[in-house]
């Protein structure tokens, strides 16, 4: 999916990271609101579980194509805990596996 939104269609790919932006700016919003109304805090860190566990399932995409090491549980505490992180390191493999992707293309 995002291979092929990095490729093909460049000029796209904000629409992507829509889900993203979303699940945090609802988290930093419920948070904000549980000041004036209790326990909406609650509903905050369910957008933020949302967040990691789709976080989670890009980094198992890009574990299976590049065919490194690791489980699930694994990337899941690590998109938990750490995940600016995470992030940085599955955007770090992505551009590897793009580079590797154009390269095979130029030698066609």
């Given at each position: ?5 990095r ?19 609802f ?40 065919s ?41």
């Amino acid at each position: 999916m995002f291979l092929d939104c990095r490729v093909y269609h460049h000029h796209t790919v904000w629409v992507y990271s829509l889900p993203y932006f979303g699940c945090i700016a609802f988290f930093a919003a419920f948070q904000l609101m549980d000041i004036h109304y209790d326990g909406v805090a609650t509903i905050g860190w369910v957008f933020f579980v949302t967040y990691v566990l789709i976080i989670t399932i890009v980094r198992k995409k890009i574990r299976s194509i590049l065919s490194l090491n690791g489980n699930i549980l694994e990337d899941f505490m690590s998109c938990l805990l750490l995940y600016p992180n995470a992030i940085t390191q599955a955007g770090c493999s992505f551009f590897t596996l793009l580079t590797f992707y154009l390269n095979f293309l130029t030698l066609w």
